[in-house]
């Protein structure tokens, strides 16, 4: 099975900071990565696809990277309503999986 | 407007069974896989596993933990997909969230339902 593992578990910056996440697979994957974003209490709400793909009316400040085994998830200026869990979910091989999550907290 | 609508989650003792309904509207239901995730209180999403579409062969993909228990199935003349979980478990606690795919990059789960909490307890 490919395990996906997310950096940091935990962090916290302020309005305005540049943030980014990291995502490895413990092979190759490609670009079959997919980037969610979750809100307590709410349903994941999917933010990248294909690695680097903005999901329509998702704000530009969000963006992808990578490809194989390493990709980023950078938001360029963190906003208040960004505060929320993050992760990112590989569709390779199956079993399909998820990275533990990236809680992000505003200073 | 696309939707999915998740239900038949609630109390079960373990050991006992449970199904859950996804029903979809708003898009070609058979043109789509659909997938079945969850979420234990306060933890992470686990993909559970999938169904495909019937010119893809309509047939599941699980994830280790409920493999042997689980059997996910479809009926899309009633837009609806099942999972059936048997032999539960405490351990299988949590919201069940139902989202679809297709081949494409661009629409793998781009669409979730609201979710059915289950809870597994004595």
């Known amino acids: 099975d490919i395990q996906m593992t997310q950096s940091p578990s935990a962090m916290s910056a302020s309005v305005g900071d540049r943030v980014t996440i990291t995502c490895r697979a413990s092979q190759d994957i490609s670009n079959y990565l997919v980037w969610f974003q979750q809100k307590p209490g709410t349903v994941p709400k999917r933010l990248i696809y294909?690695?680097?793909s903005l999901e329509s009316g998702v704000p530009s400040r969000f963006s992808g990277s990578g490809s194989g085994t390493e990709f980023t998830l950078t938001i360029s200026s963190l906003q208040p309503e960004d505060s929320a869990t993050y992760y990112c979910?590989?569709?390779?091989?199956?079993?399909?999986?998820f990275g533990e999550g990236t809680k992000v907290e505003i200073k | 407007e696309v939707q999915l609508v998740e239900s038949g989650g609630g109390l079960v003792q373990p050991g006992r069974s449970l199904r859950l309904s996804c029903t979809g509207s708003?898009?070609?239901?058979?043109?789509?896989?659909i997938n079945w995730l969850r979420q234990a209180p306060g933890k992470g999403l686990e993909w559970v596993g999938f169904?495909?579409?019937?010119?893809?062969?309509?047939?599941?993909e699980y994830a280790a933990s409920v493999k042997g228990r689980f059997t996910i199935s479809r009926e899309d003349s009633e837009t609806t997909a099942y999972l059936q979980m048997n032999s539960l478990k405490i351990e299988d606690t949590g919201v069940y969230y139902c989202?679809?795919?297709?081949?494409?990059?661009?629409?793998?789960?781009?669409?979730w339902g609201q979710g059915t909490l289950v809870t597994v307890s004595s």
């Open positions: 979910f590989h569709h390779d091989s199956y079993p399909w999986t």
């Open positions: 169904i495909r579409s019937r010119d893809y062969g309509g047939t599941p």
């Open positions: 708003g898009f070609n239901f058979g043109d789509y896989a």
């Open positions: 989202s679809r795919s297709r081949i494409t990059v661009s629409s793998r789960l781009d669409n």
């Open positions: 294909g690695a680097s």
